[in-house]
């Protein structure tokens, strides 16, 4: 069965930068199309960035040039490095697979201080 694993949240100033890391076993990596949601209390869980099986990136506009998806066919894993930190981007953090069915990690706290 698939599992998701985040780490990488925590708490951290405005303007600094964190790294969040996911990763997928009880299947093969390579066929699912990869993305990272958020959802801040008391609004809805949004897309934050996907990355496709070739690579291909989409990412929110609130987070476009501070944020980068990457993958690692290899790890299994998916990368989320935020950079530029805004009070803003406070939320939990999910990472989500998608092949047909999709699957959600258990979330991380991402809490960044005025």
């Known amino acids: 069965q698939v599992q998701l694993v985040e780490s990488g949240g925590g708490l951290v100033q405005a303007g600094g930068s964190l790294r969040l890391s996911c990763k997928l076993s009880g299947s093969i990596f390579r066929f699912y199309n990869m993305g990272w949601y958020r959802q801040a209390p008391g609004k809805e869980r949004e897309l934050v960035a996907d990355i496709s099986t070739s690579g291909s990136t989409n990412y929110a506009g609130a987070v476009k040039g501070r944020f980068t998806i990457s993958r690692d066919n290899a790890k299994n894993t998916v990368d989320l490095q935020m950079n530029s930190l805004k009070p803003e981007d406070t939320a939990v953090y999910y990472c989500?697979?998608?092949w047909g069915s999709g699957y959600w990690g258990q979330g991380t706290q991402v809490t960044v201080s005025s």
């Open positions: 989500n697979a998608q």
